[in-house]
Structures are given as C-alpha cells and as structure tokens.
C-alpha cells in the first residue's frame, strides 16, 4: 500500500518534525511502500534549513515554483496519488489556488492548529479548508483540542522518532547557554537563523509568536500551543529545558500533550536526564501504538 505524507515547507517548524517522524515510525512499524515529499517554493528555504532536513530513501523535495528569464515565475503543478496521502494544511491552501492536486483512497489531515485559521484576519482561508475537509470526507488526525473543529476526526499524541532524534544529535553542541522561546520565536519570524542545539538549556513560556506580526485579529493574544516538542527533544539531546506556565489563557494543546506525558502545564518544572524513562515510554511509538491500525490495510 502506498502512504505519502505530504508537506509544503515554507519554514522549519513543528509541524515539519511531525510529518518526518511519521514517516520514520511508518517505516518502522509498517510494510507500506511510505514516501515523503516536501514541496517548497523558493530554493532558498532548502539553502536556510538543509542540516535539519531529512534526506534518504523515499524522501523527495519537490519545487512548485521555478524562476526564469527576467526574474519570471513558472509554476509546476503536481498531482499526487496514493492509497493513503496524509497532508498538512498548506497543502488544502495549495489545492485552494489550483497549485497542486492529490487523488487517494483515504486523505488524513495531520496535527493542525486551526486556530491561528480560525482567528486569522483572512477567514477565508479557514473557511475554505473547513468545507474541503468535510467534502472530501478528510480525517483529521489530531489532539482533543483541534479535535472541536472537525467531525471526523482521530485523537492521537505526536511520537518521536530515534532516526530524527540520532540526526539533530550531529547538530548538537554547548557553546551558548540559554534559549529563551519568546528570542527564539522572534528570530524565526524575521528571517533569522538561530541554532537551537547549540545551546545549553532552553527556557519556554509560551509566547504569541503570530500576533505581533499582524496575522490576527484584535481578540489580544492567544499565547497558543499545539505539542512545545523543542522542550522535550532538549531532554533526548542531553540538555536541560525548564517549563512556565507564563501567559498561559486557556487549556490548549500542549496543556493536553503534558497531561498525556504525566505533567500538569500549571506548574513549573526543570526536566533533565531523570525524565528520560517517561519521556521515551511516553514520546517513542511501539508496534501497539493506535495511530498504525489508521495504516493497515483494515484500517
């Protein structure tokens, strides 16, 4: 059976680490002929982030946009097909302008945060990929929190993987001492690079890392997060990471992905090398994990 995790790649981010992980787990746990495909715009975006992206066999980075002559741009459309394709929600926003098009058997929306769309200054957008999931009969994969949004939906908490985990330990050195998220995050959003694995602790409290570039509405600040998983891969690097519950408004998704691993996101906490049994039974898919009978062919 053929499974394509699909992704657009417009920065490195979260969202990106997941689908890699899925596609590692599946490879592991499954016989599935599974294939990530990365579609991106700009060269650049490769250029910016190459040392944290995964190459290999059945990986492919395709571009959707090529320059020619006199600074033109050429779009390339691509259809996808598969027995299983698993999308982020870039990839219903590229459907959306007839960018690219994907036929399957069963589509699966993976861990979407729906809701920077629901409150974004353009709902269209929202709008759009709302009725897209339900025509199309999409099923989210997701946590409790997205799961409100959709009808057909399948809670399931993100998993690591050790291939992605072993990868970014190359990357890993100690010459700087604190990351603090709110830095980090604003560094992201301008364009500038900061290596995460080069420091020594990181430092998170969650921060409203779209609203101060104009990409909601005038609600106030939602201080909102899916799963925080950089807290937790410090830990897997042999680092420390400490956690805040600062500007914390309601209970979202990382209040559920730590509940699941056995924290209370109202309280403070320091995790270090002690927390490495719970974090790996907890973070680390098996062959029972419930996400896998979503790949079988009963599924």
């Excluded at 650049?44 to 002559?69: H, S």
Aim: proline share 2%.
């Amino acid at each position: 059976m053929r499974v394509n995790l699909i992704y657009f790649l417009y920065e490195l981010n979260g969202a990106y680490t997941s689908f890699e992980d899925l596609f590692y787990n599946l490879k592991r746990f499954t016989d599935n002929d599974v294939r990530f495909i990365i579609l991106y715009e700009d060269k650049d975006v490769l250029v910016r982030f190459k040392e944290y992206l995964a190459f290999g066999t059945g990986i492919c980075y395709l571009q959707i946009e090529k320059e020619g002559y006199h600074n033109m741009k050429f779009p390339i459309k691509y259809d996808i097909k598969g027995d299983i394709n698993v999308i982020s929600t870039e990839i219903i926003q590229l459907e959306w302008h007839d960018r690219f098009v994907q036929h399957s058997n069963k589509t699966y929306l993976l861990y979407p945060a729906f809701v920077y769309k629901d409150e974004g200054l353009d709902h269209s957008i929202f709008e759009y990929q709302m009725n897209y999931i339900k025509e199309h009969n999409v099923l989210t994969i997701c946590n409790e929190f997205n799961a409100k949004y959709v009808d057909n939906s399948f809670v399931w908490y993100m998993k690591f993987s050790p291939e992605r985990i072993e990868k970014i330990k190359k990357l890993v050195s100690f010459e700087n001492d604190t990351l603090v998220a709110e830095d980090y995050y604003k560094n992201k959003m301008e364009g500038r690079n900061i290596k995460p694995f080069s420091y020594k602790k990181y430092e998170y409290y969650r921060y409203d890392k779209k609203n101060d570039f104009n990409n909601y509405t005038d609600n106030g600040a939602r201080y909102y997060e899916n799963i925080g998983k950089l807290m937790f891969e410090f830990v897997f690097l042999g680092k420390e990471s400490t956690y805040s519950p600062k500007n914390k408004k309601f209970f979202d998704g990382l209040s559920e992905f730590m509940r699941y691993i056995g924290y209370d996101d109202e309280k403070e906490y320091t995790f270090t090398k002690d927390d490495m049994p719970l974090l790996k039974k907890k973070l680390y898919m098996d062959k029972d994990d419930e996400i896998l009978k979503l790949f079988r062919e009963e599924g």
